[in-house]
């Protein structure tokens, strides 16, 4: 075999009912030279190897180094990546490769232990099930018809996120603030940005890619935005801020409504995100311009932050709160990975009217610069093993704490200590380089093929 090649060699899997039963060849995948420079869709599947190769377990079938949410994300990405993968020729028996992991993660995940945990851990198994299902489809929609597309888990797939959905609905509360979700039906009632931007995601996506296309799901999806957007939780930059507590909660009901007043201005990348996919969404089922004038919106208000109230840009990067302390959680770490993900959905090409793709497209061209910003310096972050790094601006930086804005409350960091770095290096104080931190350069990895191409 010659050095610019890579053998694969698959046998037959069988993962429980139904199985799947991998071709027994040996596959080969042309690569660059050595002397190329490697190309976004190169970078993707180097991103994806060690991401598979480091942190995921194949005989467990999960990320041991995860936690169930994060895991959940991880997976979403795991399909979206393959999905990429797969609409390459060049790289499909790599992609078979990785959709046997995802086969293997549906076994691994601990599907009883996250039904009874709060409605955004539920949410998150939903929107990773349908990506699952989106990457055969496209595979079912691109491949030759004698080739092995893994649609024959398509069912299994779908009865997860149905099952997950239908838990999820029952989150929606109308006792509290005239609607919206509840985060987690255990503690005191809290009506969080990302719970409530997970459902109208979640419900359109269950609408557009869920084989029973329910309408029932499309109502949730448009209720759910109408209640976000009359919510109140967007600051003065027009950032979503955490949520909303409720001062007279234990008011007698003689009182009178009991309105969501009680701010947390905390900004979150992650906040900035969800709601991108769902926005697309439902501009794709209705044929409504507005929602995808909401996102760019919104993504604008992101792009402009430096300096402003919720700030989450630095030096042109996006730039969680946590990461120029190192003291972000499994949390924290995770949440620009959910926001390049949910980016590049929005951004994705317009398959409606020709005069909306089209326009669509040229918005979207005003920010492939600033991708390429961003996944350049993610990309630079990597160790000698190749795991990206959480803090993506850290080079030349010195660590500082940030300065919150008055009335943030940072609950998803707490008690996080950064620590000493080790041969200068930022991202290694605090949990480090993890699997939570890999996929956030991923995800920008992916952001950078698929939307700047």
Known sequence: MRPSQLLLLFSTLALGSPFIRAPAAAYEITLQPPSTKPSALDNLAT?????????????TGTYPSGIDWTRAVTGTLLAASTTSLSLHKSHRALADHYLS????FFYGQDDASLKTQAFDDILWVVLQWLEAIKTLDARVATFPPSSWTGAEWRAPFAQRA????TLAE???????????????????????????????????????????????????????????????MQNTHGLYTDGFHVSRLRAPPEAGEKHCDVRNEM?????????????????????????LEEGFALVDAVRSS??????????????????????????GQTFKAVWMHHFTRFCEPM??????????????????????????????TRDEAGVVGSWWGARGQAPRETVMDV??????????????????DLNDRGRGRTVESHTGGLAALRAVLEVVG
């Not at 409606?352 to 061209?365: F, K, P, Q, T």
């Not at 009335?407 to 200068?424: F, I, L, P």
């Open 47 to 59: 991103a994806l190897a060690t991401l598979q190769d480091r942190f995921f377990s194949l005989t």
């Open 101 to 104: 992991h995802i086969i293997s």
């Open 162 to 165: 149905l099952e997950f959905y």
């Open 170 to 232: 029952t989150g929606w509360d109308t006792l509290l603030c005239g609607g919206g979700m509840v985060w987690n039906p255990r503690l005191e009632p809290y009506k969080n940005a990302v719970t409530n931007e997970l459902f109208v995601a979640a419900s359109i996506s269950m609408f557009l890619y869920h084989p029973t296309h329910n309408r029932t799901h499309l109502a949730n999806a448009m209720a759910g935005h109408r209640w976000l957007a009359k919510s109140g």
């Open 267 to 291: 900004v979150y990348t992650y906040n900035q995100g969800v709601l991108l996919s769902g926005l697309r969404g439902l501009a794709e089922a209705t044929g409504e311009r507005v929602y």
């Open 306 to 331: 430096e300096g402003a109230v919720g700030e989450i840009v630095r030096a042109g990067v996006l730039t969680e709160k946590c990461d120029p302390a190192g003291r972000c959680s499994q949390d």
């Open 351 to 380: 398959l409606a009217g020709a005069a909306v793709a089209e326009w669509h497209a040229h918005e979207c061209a005003e920010y492939r610069e600033w991708m390429l910003v961003n996944a350049e310096a993610a990309w630079g």
């Open 407 to 424: 009335g943030a409350v940072d609950y998803r960091n707490e008690g996080q200590v950064g620590g000493e770095t080790v041969k200068g």
